[in-house]
């Protein structure tokens, strides 16, 4: 049974960074397109990044790009997203997902889902 598991949420400042990861347990975890989803209260779950399986390709939301870095070390079997200059906007939980492709991901068609992990910014 694949898992994923998100850790590194917490509470920060507007302004502030967070650094957000996800271990794979996933057999050959190398071969899947990773991702980071977020979901406010009350809101749908929206796509924030994804990376291709060897890391050479990145993809972002309009509304993170120039402050999030998805990036992935498939030694570990770990993906990381880099928050920087957070707003208040982008309080939510953020998911970890694996997919089939980076396109599969964007259009939320994940294989497998981690259970979230609180993100709060403050203004």
């Known amino acids: 049974q694949a898992q994923l598991v998100e850790s590194g949420g917490g509470l920060v400042q507007a302004g502030g960074s967070l650094r957000l990861s996800c271990a794979a347990s996933?057999?050959?975890?190398?071969?899947?397109?990773m991702g980071w989803f977020r979901q406010a209260p009350g809101k749908e779950r929206d796509f924030v990044a994804s990376?291709?399986?060897?890391?050479?390709?990145?993809y972002y939301a309009d509304s993170v790009k120039g402050r999030f870095t998805i990036s992935r070390d498939n030694a570990k079997n770990t993906v990381a997203l880099q928050m920087n200059s957070l707003k208040p906007e982008d309080t939510a939980v953020y998911y970890c997902a694996a997919g089939r492709t980076t396109v599969t991901i964007r259009a939320g068609q994940a294989d497998y889902w981690g259970q979230g992990t609180q993100v709060t910014v403050s203004s």
């Open positions: 996933i057999t050959t975890s190398s071969t899947y397109a």
């Open positions: 990376i291709s399986t060897l890391g050479g390709s990145t």
